[in-house]
C-alpha cells in the first residue's frame, strides 16, 4: 500500500551502473550537481520552492537494506565488491537549497548537493521527484490564492493527485503557499494542517428527503455544519438550508454556512446570499467548489460573487495547466572543475553558484542575479547551506515558519509579474564571471 | 518519507463527518457506489483498467489504528462512542469490477463497491485515487507503445512524476499496458518488472574525453552496456562509440546499442545508423529518448526512424496531454433503492450495473451495453464479483497474466478507435431497463 520504509532504491538503475562504473575506476572525487528549471510553462512568472524537508530527511536516511541488495545481486549486473560497497554507503555530502516558501525564477539554482560523485548522482532521481512536485504544486496553489482575493481557499485534491504521496505532498504544499488548510485527513495528522469538510452528494441522496439529511448533519455537527445544497436545485435546497438554520437558531445553534459544487456559480452564489441574508443569516458563509482554478477564481472574484471561501481540487492537485516543468539536475563541478554539457537546446551554466537578490527602495523584489558562489557580491544570497556532512547544519523551520517566508516573499513580488495570465518576466541576469567561465569552458570543449 | 503504515486515514475528512451523522442515525443498511469515467480527455477512445489490486488490498486492510484515532480524537469533532465504533470498523462488503488490463469506455462502471454505506462512503477517497491514476496511465502508455509500432517503450519517467506512490504506479500500469521494462529499480523489486537503464550526461561530463567514459562503461558492463553518445555532439559521439564497439569486438564482447537523448531524433537516428552499420555493426541497436510521447512516437514511426526502442518519461508518467479524468464515484443504490443525482450538468445513472460485451465475427470488439445488474442479457459480462464479505473472491493474476489480458482485448479493439489523434468513439449504449429506470427516478424527484 505505501511506497515502502526503504526509498534508496526507489532510484533509476542508471545511476547504480554508472555508479559501478564510477566505483571500478575508483572515481570517488566530489561532484557537485544544481536542480534549476530552465524554463517557465505558460502563465508563470515565478516559482514556489517546496520540498527540501522531503529531500533532507531522504538524504539523512540514505542507506541500502538487505533487501535492496539481494535484489540488486539478483540482477546479475553488479560485483559483489561494489554491492558490498553499496551496503555500506550513506550520503556524506553538502547541500545549500533555496529555503523553502521563498520565491525562485527560471535558470537559478534551487538545490546543489556536493557529494562523492556516486551519492551525488544516486540521488538524483528522488531529489528531481519531489522538488519538481512540491514546488509546481506551491506556485499553482500560491496562484489559486492569491486569484481568490482574499477569500480562502483549501486543498480538496486528494482524490485525484497522482497517488497517495503527491496527495499527502499536494496538502502540505498548498498550505505552505497560503492555503488554509486541507480535506485530507491524513496529512492533517501527519503535518498540522487544518482540516476541513462539509458533506458529499450521496449524503443528501441516502435520505428520502434534502431537509432530513441537512437535519441529520446538524444534529451530529451542532457548531460546525456546512450543507452542501446543490444535489437536486440549488435554490430550492438553500431554502432548505434556511429553515434548518432556523431549528438551530431555536436550539441556540448556528448554521456554518452551505457549499455549492456545480452550475454558475457566481449567480447561484448571488441568489443564494439573498435567501439567507432575507432570512436574517447574514453571518451564513458561502463555500465554492467544483472544477476550480486559479482562472476560474479570478472570474469569480472579477465578478465579486460573493463566496466566503473555495474548495479547490484537481486542477490545483495535478497543476492541470502546468503538470511538469522543466527541471533538471546538473552536474556542474567535478574534481574541484566547473563543467557543463553542450547538448542540442540543453545547455547548462558550468560551476557552484549563489543567487543575489536586490531589493527596491520599499523593499520589493527587483532582479536577482545568478552568480558564482564564490564571488562577493551584493545582495542577499538566496542560496544557504542546509546540510554539511550529510547533516542537517541548523534546525529545520517549521511549517507554519515556512508560510510566513512564502508571505513576505509574495508580498514583497510586483503585481505583473504574479499575475495569472500573461505575468511580466522577472530579471534574472547573469554575473560576468560566470559568462566568462562559461565561455571559456565552450571554447575549450571546442578546441579539445 | 513514506505516506505511512496506516492508509486508512487517507481520506477526505468529509467521510469520516458524514460517516458520524450516519452512525448516530443508525444509517447502516447497504450502499452500492459506482465509479465511472465521464467523458473522453482529448483524443482519447478506450480507457485500461488499472488500480484494482492497490483498492483490495487497501479493502483488505482497512482499519484506523490507535494514533489515528487520537489524532481524530483531538479534532473536537467526533464523540467517544463514533470513534469507538471506527476503531472496530473493517471492510465487509462486495466489490465488482472489470479486471485490470481490459479497455472499458466512458459511462462503464469500472468497480462497483456495495458495503454498509459508511464503510462504502470512507474508501471513496483513496479508490479513486488510484483507479484514476493508474487507469490514466495504463491508457497513456498504451498508446506510447502503439504509437511506436512494434518498437519497445520503456518507462524513464520516475523523476518526473507526482510523488513516490506515482512513480511505483506509473511503472506498473505502463508495464501492465505493453511497456517492456522501467527505470525505476524498486518497482523492478517489488514488481518483478524488468528493469533497464544506460548512464547520463554527467557520467560522460564527469572524464576529461567522451571516449574515456565510453570505455570506463563498457569495461564494467561488457555484456550489456548502453552508451548515451548526445552529451557533446551526436555525430561524433557515434564515432567515438563505434570505436569503443571495435576494442570490446577485440576482447570478444559487443556494444548491445547508443542512446540519443535531444536533438531531431530521426535524422540523427539515420546518420548515427549508417556509422554503425558502415563500420560492421549492424546490430548495434539505437535506443531514443528526449520528451517524447505517443505524437513524437507516431511521427518517428512514420518517417521510419531507424530506433530499436525508446525509453518515454514525463509525459507519459504524467498523461501530459490529458492528466486527468473526470472519474466520479457515485451512489446509485442505498437501502435496495436505486438513487441517482441530477445536479447542473453531473447527472447519474440509478442502480447497481453490469456492462455486457458484444464482439464481432472475427472476435472483435464491437460494443459494449451498460445495464442493471440484475438483467439477462447477451454478451460477455465485464463486471465480475472480486471480493465477497472484505476477502478476496479469488486468486488475483499475476502481472504477466494482467500484461497478457490487456494485449487480448487491445488487438481486438478497431484501429480507428486505437487512433492517436480524433478516434472514432466506441458504441457504449443503455439497455432500455436502465433508462426506464432513470426516468421513473427522475419523474419521482421532480414530483416530490
Known sequence: MTVGENLTLLTDLYQLTMAQSYFREQRM????????????PPNRGYFVSAGLLDVLEYLEDFAF???????????????????????????????????????FFKDEPIIEITAPIIQAQIVETFVINQIHLQSLIATKASRCVHAAG??????????????TDAGMKVARASYLAGCAGTSNVLAGSRYGIPIVGTMAHSFVMSFDREIEAFRAY????????????????????????????QEMAARGKKLIGVRIDSGDLATQAREVRKIFDEAGFADCKI?????LDEYELAELTRMKAPFDSYGVGTKMGISADAPWTDISYKLVDYQDRPVLKL????????????????????????????GLREEKLPGENLLEEVMRNGRLSKTYPSLTQIRGV?????????????????????????????????????????SS
Open 65 to 103: 537494506d538487505a533487501p535492496a541488495l539481494d535484489y540488486l545481486g539478483s540482477q546479475k549486473l553488479f560485483s559483489d565488491d561494489f554491492l558490498h560497497y553499496l551496503g555500506d554507503l550513506r550520503f556524506t555530502g553538502n547541500v545549500s537549497a533555496i529555503a523553502e516558501g521563498r520565491l
Open 29 to 40: 572525487e566530489n561532484a557537485t550537481f544544481s536542480l534549476f528549471i530552465r524554463s517557465y
Open 218 to 245: 446538524a444534529a451530529s455537527f451542532p457548531d460546525s455544519a456546512i450543507l452542501l445544497i446543490d444535489t437536486y436545485d440549488t435554490v430550492a435546497g438553500a431554502a432548505s438550508a434556511v429553515q434548518v438554520a
Open 150 to 163: 482574499g477569500r480562502s481557499v483549501v486543498d480538496f485534491a486528494l482524490r485525484r493527485t497522482h497517488g
Open 406 to 446: 512564502f508571505e513576505a516573499d509574495f508580498a514583497s513580488l510586483r503585481e505583473d509579474v504574479k499575475a495569472i495570465r500573461d505575468p511580466s518576466e522577472y530579471a534574472v541576469e547573469f554575473s560576468p564571471e560566470l559568462r566568462k567561465l562559461r565561455d571559456e569552458i565552450t571554447r575549450n570543449i571546442g
Open 287 to 291: 463555500i465554492g467548489s467544483g472544477g
Open 343 to 370: 547538448s542540442a537546446g540543453k545547455n547548462s551554466w558550468p560551476g557552484k553558484k549563489q543567487v543575489f537578490r536586490f531589493r527596491g527602495s520599499n523593499g520589493e523584489l527587483q532582479r536577482d542575479l545568478i
